[in-house]
């Protein structure tokens, strides 16, 4: 089992920058692809981005992709999102996920395959 906590959520105002963070621990020989995802109210769950420990591929949404930046610290097992440019509909529970390395990448966009979730936490964007 691989735990996950994120950080680094909180209230942006409209065009500024949030890095959120996710600390794995536990199993995490097992979480060799980590994602973010994000929700908002009365909307499933979506994927952000994508990475992987082993070489460091990425894998992002068209809605953050030239705004969005995942990255990892091999060290401390922290994966990291930054998003750029924030508007209101980035407004979200963000959460950290983990699983295995994936077929494909359309595979690595679906929460289904991911069977380690953080907690999330909250982003909240103002115009």
């Known amino acids: 089992q691989v735990s996950l906590g994120e950080s680094g959520g909180g209230l942006v105002q409209s065009g500024g920058s949030l890095r959120l963070a996710c600390a794995a621990s536990?199993?995490?020989?097992?979480?060799?692809?980590m994602a973010w995802f994000r929700q908002s109210p009365g909307n499933d769950r979506e994927f952000v981005a994508a990475?992987?420990?082993?070489?460091?591929?990425?894998n992002y949404a068209n809605s953050v992709k030239g705004r969005g930046t995942i990255s990892k610290d091999n060290a401390t097992r922290t994966v990291y999102l930054q998003i750029d440019s924030l508007k209101p509909e980035d407004t979200a529970v963000y959460y950290c996920?983990?699983?295995?390395?994936?077929?494909?990448?359309?595979?690595?966009?679906?929460?289904?395959?991911?069977?380690?979730w953080g907690p999330g936490t909250q982003v909240t964007v103002s115009s």
């Open positions: 990475i992987r420990w082993r070489d460091g591929r990425t």
């Open positions: 996920a983990a699983g295995p390395i994936f077929i494909n990448s359309v595979v690595e966009r679906t929460t289904r395959a991911y069977t380690n």
């Open positions: 536990g199993r995490t020989a097992t979480a060799q692809t």
